[in-house]
């Protein structure tokens, strides 16, 4: 027989889950979904530190590529500086150079400047959190 507070159908013996109370399918449901994002926070932590060291190698070789091609720009600008100083005489060859890199400088600035003007963040991102409270709520989209 059931007491007044209690249905028909709850249990409190059963290991299976069948006939459990709403109280302990919850707890469990809860220690389940600790657990699984505790497992996605440390995979999450695994893969960002295998890509920041991946990242750090890249970034160094990419540093040393920049550096050399540093000294051959440097070289390629004052091999021009010469040659053009002996026609047009070693200053005015020297402004020309100069004049060429300060064009050459400010067309890669603007450039840049437009590139970091269209970065938009993370926007897939912030939709997709932006549904995780509805998903958990049992109000997930078809989509």
Same mark, same amino acid.
């Given at each position: 027989?059931? *007491?007044?507070?209690e249905t028909p159908y709850e249990t409190h013996s059963n290991p299976d889950?069948? &006939?459990a109370s709403v109280g302990e399918m919850l707890t469990e449901i809860t220690a389940d979904l600790t657990t699984l994002m505790r497992q996605e926070v440390e995979l999450a932590k695994a893969e960002i530190r295998q890509s920041a *060291?991946?990242?750090g190698k890249g970034a160094?070789?990419?540093a040393g590529a920049g550096v050399a &091609?540093?000294?051959?720009?440097l070289f390629i600008s004052i091999a021009a500086w010469w040659g053009l100083g002996n026609h047009t005489g070693h200053g005015w060859s020297a402004l020309i150079v100069a004049?060429?890199?300060a064009i050459i400088g400010a067309v890669l600035a603007m450039t840049g400047r437009n590139e970091i003007k269209a970065v938009n963040g993370?926007?897939?991102t912030a939709q997709t959190v932006k549904?995780?409270?509805s998903a958990v709520a049992g109000n997930e989209e078809t989509r």
């Open positions: 027989m059931t *007491t007044p507070y889950g069948e &006939g *060291t991946q990242a160094g070789l990419l &091609g540093h000294m051959v720009l004049a060429v890199w993370v926007p897939r549904k995780i409270p």
